[in-house]
């Protein structure tokens, strides 16, 4: 006797496979997501030296390459001892930042000054300002000092920045891991539903055999 095909099995061995492959794919995309995240938190797109005592302009190159904000830092130095002599320093300091395509756009245009400056303590970069989110790209920076930092009389300090981030950035790591696991439980269970089946079939068919 011709023994039917078992199209239940095969029907859910199609879906076994399906589901493993969208959990290996979810899998390899949270780990791109967080290898990416952890490049961008170390980056510093902008790096220029400047002298910020005297009117001046610096040019230089930023490379976008993640669509996020960044933040512009001046790195610590010697006339930054506490968060009250890094405030007194800053004093009467101000510029802008202008960030220009390729084709010579200007994408932003940011001013700066004392007052705006976020002071947070010793041994932190003081953050000059905040630049929006911009496409991905390379771009000529042109760092102006309008009024000059009579106390910052070492030269050069350095100007960079890092990106901005607000904690959502990690959500999609997240979520692509605990659906890779949903996708990848669901297989095992098939397969053990599989597993299962055909053994019980197999255990029939030896007692039907044996009367």
Same mark, same amino acid.
């Given at each position: 006797? @011709?023994?039917?095909?078992?199209?239940?099995?095969?029907?859910?061995?199609?879906?076994?496979?399906?589901?493993?492959?969208?959990?290996?794919?979810? %899998?390899? /995309?949270?780990? @791109?997501?967080?290898?990416?995240?952890?490049?961008?938190?170390?980056?510093?797109?902008?790096?220029?030296?400047?002298?910020?005592?005297?009117?001046?302009?610096?040019?230089?190159?930023?490379?976008?390459?993640? %669509?996020?904000?960044?933040?512009?830092?001046?790195?610590?130095?010697?006339?930054?001892?506490?968060?009250?002599? /890094?405030?007194?320093?800053?004093?009467?300091?101000?510029?802008?930042?202008?960030?220009?395509?390729?084709?010579?756009?200007?994408?932003?245009?940011?001013?700066?000054?004392?007052?705006?400056?976020?002071?947070?303590?010793?041994?932190?970069?003081?953050?000059?300002?905040?630049?929006?989110?911009?496409?991905?790209?390379?771009? /000529?920076?042109?760092?102006?000092?309008?009024?000059?930092?009579?106390?910052?009389?070492?030269?050069?300090?350095?100007?960079?920045?890092?990106?901005?981030?607000?904690?959502?950035?990690?959500?999609?790591?997240?979520?692509?891991?605990?659906?890779?696991?949903? %996708?990848?439980?669901?297989?095992?269970?098939?397969?053990?539903?599989?597993?299962?089946?055909?053994?019980?079939?197999?255990? @029939?068919? @030896?007692?039907?055999?044996?009367?």
């Amino acid at each position: 006797m @011709k023994r039917p095909m078992p199209w239940g099995r095969i029907l859910l061995g199609i879906f076994t496979v399906v589901f493993l492959i969208l959990a290996i794919n979810l %899998f390899v /995309t949270s780990r @791109k997501i967080h290898n990416k995240l952890e490049q961008a938190r170390t980056a510093e797109p902008l790096r220029i030296d400047a002298n910020l005592s005297v009117p001046g302009t610096y040019t230089g190159k930023l490379i976008q390459t993640y %669509f996020w904000g960044q933040i512009v830092y001046i790195k610590p130095a010697q006339a930054f001892k506490s968060q009250h002599d /890094t405030t007194a320093a800053l004093a009467g300091l101000s510029g802008s930042v202008e960030i220009a395509d390729s084709n010579g756009l200007i994408v932003i245009n940011k001013e700066f000054n004392a007052d705006t400056m976020v002071v947070r303590g010793y041994g932190i970069s003081p953050e000059l300002c905040y630049l929006r989110e911009f496409p991905e790209g390379e771009y /000529t920076v042109h760092f102006k000092i309008l009024n000059g930092a009579s106390a910052l009389t070492t030269v050069p300090y350095l100007v960079y920045s890092c990106y901005n981030f607000c904690g959502m950035e990690t959500l999609p790591v997240g979520l692509c891991f605990v659906y890779a696991m949903g %996708f990848l439980l669901i297989s095992i269970i098939l397969v053990s539903i599989i597993l299962i089946v055909t053994l019980f079939k197999r255990r @029939k068919a @030896k007692l039907i055999q044996g009367v």
